[in-house]
């Protein structure tokens, strides 16, 4: 019991190490960065690098459903399914913020 | 038996020596060497990324000029809300990601030697070339329009001194004057900015100077996010503004430089202002290299960006054909984070990964009123195209909340793209 939550801790953590060492990012998410790339303060629309992996992915299908308003993310979210979202939500927890 | 073996590895060494011989990269030991030419939206962002997927590559960027001006918010500046130089960015943050940079014009490209050579002699071999040129003016496309008439009727769709050009004659035009837009039928770069530098230029009017009227001839019967501006037109420039399509007679034939006049196939229109949009073609260099086709533009494949007619050289931003993305910042930002990821597979001999990618297009119709379009896009029958059920215009019944909060996001767009690319 003890060794599988070791062992799926250490999982995790070389997950999130493939995941940040990785060079290839998944498929879409390199273009996020054309307006989610400057730190706080500079722009209106926040940096993804560094944000927790559940903020930018619930954000995301939110803005797909429309249970959460947009002015134009609502119209981006719905080019990628909701497993998509959520790598490209994960690859962007695991970069440096 | 000594002897023997002796021989059999300098066998093998000589042979090992052909083999690596081919590759001169690896048997110096130094990295592959990618040449990115064009120092805009598509060519710094993948000469800085080409360095961020593989430090190891050799990324040389070629640029005209060591200062870049950029296009997007240049209608700010000639409606005289925004101040030139802020538009004005340098590559110092480029060379300090180890690209080398190469401020001179590019001439020719070797396609045999793989080798590019610039205006001032220096000859630069590559591995794998990306070209970025951007647009040039096709000045046989438009009866009477060519360099000399730019001096009187600009086109200020190169941003630099075309734009100041326009913002000075717009300044010392009387009230009551008339300035004359033309929209060309062909592709243009960044189309949509066609109509918000209508809206902006009539902004000035308005404010400025009331009694004048801005007339847009258009070779077109529509045009992106059009529901979008002539809703806002008949509010915001009722008496400003007016736009004549092509079924209204719109299309510009020829022009008439001596006495500033838009010659259509039913009337002569005389402007105090004119400001001619004249079509467009791949910049000088993607027409020497080969890779621009009769259209004047490079139709790439869409995974790596490589072009259809020469192997070897890839075509982003405003010169690359690619099915449905649109020329504009944001898609050539796109497209260049792509094309290094790609680019680096296939000189470490691997397959590109099938991409995504977005494109967002805001516009203007006034300072505090934004507008914009979406699009995502994927590979699809050898092009990209759009990824069904996604993308589209804002709301044409959106409240002017969600105007003011378009147009604070379209500042927050170049701020970012610019910290992206230059900073």
Redesign the interface.
């Known amino acids: 019991m003890k060794a599988t939550r070791v062992s799926a801790g250490v999982a995790a953590v070389l997950l999130m190490i493939g995941v940040a060492r990785g060079?290839?990012?998944p498929?879409?998410a390199?273009?996020?960065?054309?307006?989610?790339?400057?730190?706080s303060g500079?722009?209106?629309?926040r940096r993804l690098s560094g944000l927790p992996q559940a903020e930018i992915a619930d954000k995301m299908i939110a803005f797909k459903s429309s249970a959460a308003t947009a002015?134009?993310m609502d119209?981006?979210?719905?080019?990628?399914s909701d497993e998509?979202i959520r790598a490209i939500a994960a690859w962007y927890a695991a970069q440096k913020p | 038996m000594t002897c023997s073996r002796k021989s059999r590895r300098d066998v093998l060494k000589a042979a090992s020596a052909v083999a690596l011989f081919p590759l001169p990269a690896i048997a110096q030991g130094r990295g592959p060497r990618v040449v990115v030419i064009g120092g805009g939206f598509a060519g710094a962002t993948a000469a800085r990324?080409l360095k961020r997927?593989?430090a190891k590559i050799d990324v040389t960027l070629v640029s005209d000029n060591a200062t870049f001006i950029a296009c997007p918010f240049s209608n700010h500046v000639v409606a005289g809300l925004r101040d030139m130089e802020a538009q004005r960015f340098g590559y110092g943050k480029v060379a300090a990601d180890g690209v080398t940079l190469a401020f001179s014009a590019a001439q020719a490209v070797d396609t045999d030697k793989r080798s590019v050579r610039l205006a001032d002699g220096k000859a630069l071999p590559y591995d794998r070339l990306i070209l970025a040129p951007g647009i040039d003016i096709d000045w046989k496309g438009l009866r009477g329009y060519d360099e000399k008439a730019a001096a009187v009727m600009p086109h200020a769709w190169k941003a630099g001194e075309q734009t100041l050009l326009l913002r000075r004659q717009l300044e010392a035009m009387e009230d009551g004057g008339k300035v004359v837009m033309s929209s060309p039928a062909t592709l243009v770069r960044c189309p949509t900015a066609i109509y918000e530098r209508a809206s902006l230029i009539a902004y000035y009017l308005k404010t400025k100077k009331p009694r004048s009227k801005l007339l847009i001839l258009d070779a077109k019967d529509t045009f992106s996010q059009r529901r979008n501006f002539q809703n806002a037109w008949k509010e915001l420039y009722p008496t400003q503004l007016e736009w004549i399509s092509l079924s209204q007679g719109g299309n510009v034939s020829s022009v008439e430089v001596s006495t500033r006049t838009f010659v259509t196939d039913f009337d002569n229109f005389d402007a105090d202002v004119a400001n001619v949009i004249p079509p467009q073609k791949a910049g000088a260099i993607a027409q020497a290299a080969g890779v621009a086709d009769r259209t004047g533009w490079c139709p790439v494949e869409p995974i790596s960006f490589e072009s259809q007619l020469v192997p070897g050289i890839h075509v982003i931003g405003d010169a690359a054909m690619t099915g449905a993305m649109p020329k504009a910042a944001?898609a050539a930002?796109?497209q260049a984070?792509?094309c290094a990821?790609a680019v680096?597979a296939l000189l470490r001999g691997g397959k590109p990964?099938?991409?995504?990618?977005?494109n967002?297009c805001y516009s203007f119709v006034a300072p505090d009123y934004g507008i914009?379009f979406?699009e995502?896009f994927k590979p699809g029958n050898g092009m990209l195209v759009d990824?069904e059920?996604?993308?589209?215009s804002?709301a044409t019944d959106a409240p002017p909340e969600?105007r003011r909060?378009?147009a604070?996001?379209a500042?927050?767009?170049f701020?970012?793209?610019i910290?992206?690319v230059f900073?």
């Open positions: 060079a290839e990012a498929a879409g390199s273009s996020c960065t054309g307006c989610h790339s400057a730190p500079v722009s209106a629309m002015t134009i119209r981006i979210a719905k080019g990628f998509e | 990324f997927v593989d944001f930002n796109a984070k792509v990821v680096a990964a099938e991409p995504r990618l977005i967002t914009s979406a995502v990824v059920g996604a993308g589209g804002s969600t909060l378009e604070q996001y500042e927050g767009w701020k970012a793209i910290t992206e900073g």
